[in-house]
């Protein structure tokens, strides 16, 4: 069993439509951390989070941390938002889990 | 800006060669990472490092080894490539020391490494 759980895998969604990804995990964490993959490979960090909620132009991280989930939002979506979207933990074991990524296309 | 500069964006090799993977960056991080990323599998650690000579295994360093000369580089090695190491090489590198909480991880573009 993965420590690190995302849903959907793969998602399809028109340009403005209102994006959701989830992420669950198995283990005590000190921080939760959302990461963008743009085709090519290069990863950017987009959210650290330990509590509460983030957000970042369209973008919106929230975690809850009694629920072991973190949810990562899109509103207005674009195009340019297509990538893979990586849900990673830093564990209180000092351990790094990664989630195996969603894969996101925005149609215009 | 922090930047992490992985040599390679593509590396093709034959199997039983020697193949240095080179990451450096430059904002003094203490912490290095490398990973390889496979299609289902997701990010899995090899190697880390929290110093300058100082390496530790993560979750799959069998066929792997790294060398951290310098506190800016570290270096994955494949002393034999085999064609199961075909994959997608991230090196990351992080601010604080491990026992510290706040960790953001920033990664250099990868290295697509091709075994045949």
């Known amino acids: 069993k993965n420590e690190v759980e995302q849903s959907p895998q793969n998602l399809t969604a028109q340009e403005g439509e209102f994006i959701t990804i989830n992420c669950s995990y198995s283990?005590?964490?000190?921080?939760l951390h959302w990461l963008q993959q743009h085709p090519g490979g290069g990863i950017v960090s987009l959210f650290m989070?330990?509590?509460g909620k983030k957000k970042h132009g369209r973008l919106i991280a929230t975690i809850n941390i009694q629920e072991k989930h973190s949810s990562l939002h899109i509103t207005a979506s674009h195009p340019r938002d297509s990538a893979v979207y990586i849900c990673?933990?830093?564990?209180?074991?000092?351990?790094?889990?990664f989630g195996t990524g969603t894969s996101l296309t925005v149609i215009p | 800006d922090v930047k992490v500069t992985q040599s390679s964006r593509y590396l093709v090799k034959r199997t039983g060669e020697k193949v240095f993977l080179e990451c450096v960056q430059d904002?003094?991080?203490?912490?290095m990472f490398w990973y390889r990323q496979d299609p289902g599998l997701g990010l899995r650690l090899i190697y880390f490092?929290?110093?300058?000579?100082?390496?530790e295994k993560g979750d799959i360093p069998e066929g792997y080894s790294v060398s951290r000369e310098k506190k800016e580089r570290f270096s994955l090695i494949l002393e034999s490539a085999s064609t199961n190491q075909t994959s997608m090489y991230l090196c990351?590198?992080?601010?604080?020391?491990?026992?510290?909480?706040?960790?953001?991880?920033?990664f250099g573009a990868g290295t697509r490494l091709s075994v045949l």
């Open positions: 990351a590198s992080s601010p604080t020391g491990l026992a510290g909480s706040k960790n953001i991880q920033y």
């Open positions: 283990v005590g964490i000190s921080a």
């Open positions: 989070l330990s509590s």
């Open positions: 990673a933990v830093h564990s209180t074991g000092n351990q790094f889990y």
């Open positions: 904002m003094d991080h203490e912490n």
């Open positions: 490092s929290y110093d300058v000579k100082m390496k």
